[in-house]
């Protein structure tokens, strides 16, 4: 369960973990929904009624307020493993602001490779926003197979930012190879490269002290067939 061995996190891959708990969250309060909405060019009446992971909330859950705030209901677990342990105890004794709920679906994944703590198809939709950017360089690919994994049948999952980079620059949001994404097909996962709404679909880049590059932004979006 959720508070077996290792703790609340214990099922976790480690470097994934750190790598969450890297995120510098600028402005620290994270992103209001508006924005979150618009670089995922999604609507808020699309989480309605769903089961939605918020992977890589920052500390005021203004993704999960806002939908509660539009009056959608949505079933939103907000995850950082960068939450202390206080801050979820005190988040527990809480349970009337069900926005501010910060709890693991099920128990955590038994497998040894798994980058999330949570089972499989566990959510309707997940989103992931500034994320990509603080993994570890050869972790992206492996996380967005994990993320795959745990979303539902006929779910949604979008992780954004990519960046379209010139071949002569390293990022490590730099766009996946669609080529690294074929296994995706066994998992009944089809993937698509959207743009986010504008001003959101370019992004200025600072490559060294000398150089900034004005790049194209994607989302990836996973989606998982019904059956």
Known sequence: GPDGEGGAYGGMNPRMKNAIESIDYSPQEGRPLGRCLRELNRT????????????????????ARGLQERGIKAEVFSFSPAFSEKERADRARAPQDEASRLVVAGSFSTNPISYLPFEDGSFDRVVSLHVTQHL??????????????IVAKGGIADITPFYELPPDIDHPSAKVPDAELAAL???????????????????????DLATIVHVPVYVLTLKKAAV
């Open 44 to 63: 808020g009446e699309e989480f309605g009624n769903k089961r939605v992971l918020d992977l890589g909330a920052a500390k005021d859950l203004r993704f």
């Open 136 to 149: 570890p360089q050869g972790d992206l690919v492996p996380f967005i197979y994990d993320v795959a994994r």
């Open 185 to 207: 097909a066994d998992m009944g996962v089809t993937p698509e490269w959207r743009r986010p709404e504008p001003p959101y679909d370019m992004q200025a880049l600072q490559i």
